[in-house]
């Protein structure tokens, strides 16, 4: 398990979020990205989760919704790799995972495209 501080895990997940491709995240919309150390029902398995309403789901939209979520859960992400370029790895393919659920892409079309 690779040890890293939550400051330390939060910088390395903006490095990510910044060398994602430009047009997938010009088209996020109300959604803020989020660390926590784990789920709330503390098991390491779960990595990241997107906490929304897909766009492909959305009536009427844009006034006074709460923001949606995407999550990284810092100790599981921690617990799966040995070293941080592994951990710049899983971060990036999470990263990918949960804004596609953003876009309406489903776990089973994931798995398919190889980001599952």
């Given amino acids: ?21 430009d047009d997938m995240l010009d088209g996020l919309d109300n959604v803020v990205f989020v660390v926590d150390d784990r789920p709330e029902d503390g098991s390491l398995d779960l990595l990241g989760l997107y ?3 897909a766009v492909t789901e959305r009536g009427q939209y844009g006034f006074g919704e709460m ?16 070293d941080v370029e592994e951990l710049r790895d899983q971060v990036h393919v999470t990263l990918v995972h949960e804004i596609a659920h953003y876009y309406g892409i489903d776990d089973a079309k994931l798995h398919e495209l ?3």
């Fill in 114 to 116: 190889g980001w599952g």
């Fill in 67 to 82: 923001p949606d979520r995407i999550t990284l859960y810092r100790e599981p992400l921690l617990a799966i790799c040995e």
């Fill in 51 to 53: 906490d929304g309403v």
């Fill in 1 to 21: 398990m690779l040890e890293m501080t939550a400051d330390d895990f939060e910088a390395l997940v903006g490095d990510e979020l910044d060398q994602l491709p």
